[in-house]
C-alpha cells in the first residue's frame, strides 16, 4: 500500500519557508511499516512493525492529512510560489481539507490565499485555488467568504477581486464593500474593488426580527463615517451609481440621513445635496426593513 502524505517533516520545511524540501518531502511514496527513521524521528523498527494494523493506518493517515493541511495553510499565508501549492494541492486528501477547515474557524485555503504576509496576494495562486477543491463561495463561522477577508486589506489586486465571490453578503448582510468602508479602506482600495461590481451592492430583505443597522446600501454607511477621505469614496461611489442617492433603507435615503445625523460633515452633506433626487423623481426601496 502506498502511502503519499507525510509527517511533520513537511511542517517543520514549511515553517523554515523551504519550499523545495517541501516538494521533496510530498513526493516521496512511503510504504506503511517501512518509515525512513530520518524522517520520522523516534520510530523504532518494532513501532514500524505496527504499521499493519488497521488502527495505525487510520491514526497516520489522520495525522498525516492535519500535518498536509498545516503545510498548504503555511505556504498561502507565507507567500510560497505556486509551483509548491500545486505540489501540495497535488497530494492533499479532501480529509486534509476538511480538517484544515474544522481545525481554523472554517477557513477555506482560499481564505489564506488571500491573507499572505508576503506582499499582495497572487492571482495565479488564487486560481489554482479555483481549479481545484478550493470552494470560491466557501464561508467560514463568522459566515465571510474569502471576498469579505480580502476586503481587510488595501493592496487587493483587481485581477484577484474578479476571482472571487464579490457579490455574496455576509451574516449580516454586508458586502465585501460595506466591509471596506467601516474599516475606513484607501480610496485606491475601493477603486480597486467597485470595478468588479457590475451594479452597486445591495440586498433587498422583508424579513422581520431585523436590526435596521445590518441592511443599508454602502452610501448610507459613508453617512457617519469619521475617517477624512470619506466625501472621496461617497463621490466615487455616486459617479459611478448615481442612483445610489434614491435608494432608500428603512424609508430614508442617505440625504434623509445625513440631515438627521449630528455625525455627518459639511462636506459629505453638501455632495449628497448635489447628487439629491431632483423634483419628480421617485426614490428606489431596495433596503426597506419590514
Not at 506582499?119 to 467568504?145: D, Q
Not at 474593488?193 to 441592511?215: F, R, S
Not at 445610489?244 to 459639511?266: C, D, E, F, I
Amino acid at each position: 500500500m502506498v502511502y503519499r502524505t507525510s509527517n511533520s517533516a513537511v511542517v517543520r520545511a514549511a515553517e523554515r519557508r523551504d519550499w523545495t524540501l517541501v516538494e521533496k518531502l510530498l513526493r516521496i511514496p512511503k510504504i506503511l511499516g517501512t518509515f525512513p527513521p530520518e524522517l520520522y524521528p523516534g520510530h523504532t523498527a518494532a513501532e514500524n512493525e505496527k504499521a499493519d494494523s488497521s488502527k495505525e493506518i487510520e491514526r497516520k493517515t489522520k495525522m498525516a492529512s492535519y500535518n498536509n493541511g498545516e503545510a498548504l495553510k503555511l505556504a498561502l499565508l507565507y507567500g510560497a510560489r505556486w509551483q509548491t501549492v500545486l505540489c501540495i494541492f497535488t497530494y492533499m486528501s479532501e480529509l486534509s481539507l476538511e480538517r484544515l477547515s474544522a481545525y481554523n474557524g472554517g477557513n477555506t485555503p482560499l481564505h489564506f490565499a488571500v491573507l499572505c504576509r508576503k506582499g499582495p496576494p497572487s492571482a495565479k495562486v488564487i486560481r489554482l485555488g479555483l481549479y481545484t477543491r478550493s470552494r470560491a463561495n466557501g464561508r467560514n463561522r463568522k459566515g465571510w467568504c474569502p471576498a469579505h477577508t480580502a476586503a481587510l486589506r488595501d493592496d487587493i489586486s483587481v485581477d484577484v477581486w474578479r476571482l472571487l465571490q464579490i457579490v455574496s453578503f455576509d451574516d449580516q448582510w454586508k458586502s465585501p464593500l460595506h466591509l471596506m468602508i467601516a474599516r475606513g479602506a484607501s480610496l485606491r482600495a475601493v477603486k480597486n474593488l467597485m470595478d468588479c461590481y457590475l451594479q452597486i451592492p445591495h440586498a433587498t430583505w422583508g424579513g422581520k426580527n431585523v436590526q435596521e443597522d445590518l441592511v443599508q446600501t454602502p452610501l448610507h454607511a459613508l453617512v457617519e463615517a469619521r475617517y477624512s477621505h470619506a466625501p472621496k469614496i461617497a463621490k466615487l461611489i455616486l459617479s459611478r451609481w448615481p442612483e445610489a442617492a434614491m435608494m432608500q433603507y428603512n424609508g430614508m435615503t442617505a440625504l434623509q440621513k445625513a440631515q438627521r445625523s449630528s455625525r455627518t460633515s459639511p462636506e459629505m452633506l453638501g455632495l449628497l445635496l448635489e447628487y439629491a433626487p431632483r423634483r419628480g423623481q421617485v426614490p428606489t426601496c431596495t433596503c426597506m426593513v419590514m
